[in-house]
T-cell receptor, first 111, second 115 residues
Framework: DVKVTQSSRYLVKRTGEKVFLECVQD?????MFWYRQDPGLGLRLIYF???????EKGDIPEGYSVSREKKERFSLILESASTNQTSMYLC??????????FGQGTRLTVV | GENVEQHPSTLSVQEGDSAVIKCTYS??????FPWYKQELGKGPQLIID?????GEKKDQRIAVTLNKTAKHFSLHITETQPEDSAVYFC??????????????FGKGTKLSVIP
């Protein structure tokens, strides 16, 4: 089975902190994605990567950056966390047929 | 870019009845349309998908239909069971540029199956 693992289920961080969300997939997928999920807004794409060291902005990249140093790992970085970044964050990777597999999500609260 | 509208946002059905969720998309070049089920506390899970070269696909109690002319696709769940209760998302994938990599999701439908 494909496995996408996010490092934390729940995180509480203070305003202004630098936050790292880690995601690892074990199926050698080329493409990886970070989404945030908010009630009534569905899943919105923050950043994606189609290869090591490559990244592309999604629909809502402001306030975020990403890192893909190895094929299996895709990190989402909040440079200076703010309360409006409190959300559920979902990582996904896709097969070459574009079937997406999601991690279990990280619920981030910024206080 | 692609825009996906999903309706209804909430849906309650009696156990054993059918449930239908509908989505429309804007990019006529889109060619891949998956549906995801998200149970409480979990990430979304792919349950069925359809590609633009077919009009209908079935997998046991679930089916998806696609009308490319009207740019809409639908999820049909028959003989609903309480374990079908979840949030369902439709999505569409574009065919060029950044859109060829990313899925655009609808806002989700919360399905409640009443025993």
């Amino acid at each position: 089975d494909v496995k996408v693992t996010q490092s934390s289920r729940y995180l509480v961080k203070r305003t202004g902190e630098k936050v790292f969300l880690e995601c690892v997939q074990d199926m050698d997928h080329e493409n990886m994605f970070w989404y945030r999920q908010d009630p009534g807004l569905g899943l919105r794409l923050i950043y994606f990567s189609y290869d090591v060291k490559m990244k592309e902005k999604g629909d809502i990249p402001e306030g975020y950056s990403v890192s893909r140093e190895k094929k299996e790992r895709f990190s989402l970085i909040l440079e200076s966390a703010s309360t409006n970044q409190t959300s559920m964050y979902l990582c996904a990777s896709t097969t070459d047929r574009q079937e997406a597999f999601f991690g279990q999500g990280t619920r981030l609260t910024v206080v | 870019g692609e825009n996906v509208e999903q309706h209804p946002s909430t849906l309650s059905v009696q156990e054993g009845d059918s449930a239908v969720i509908k989505c429309t998309y804007s990019d006529s070049a889109s060619n891949y349309f998956p549906w995801y089920k998200q149970e409480l506390g979990k990430g979304p899970q792919l349950i069925i998908d359809i590609r633009s070269n077919v009009g209908e696909k079935k997998d046991q109690r679930i089916a998806v239909t696609l009308n490319k002319t009207a740019k809409h696709f639908s999820l049909h769940i028959t003989e609903t069971q309480p374990e079908d209760s979840a949030v369902y998302f439709c999505a569409a994938k574009g065919d060029s540029g950044a859109g060829s990599y990313q899925l655009t999701f609808g806002k989700g439908t919360k399905l409640s199956v009443i025993p």
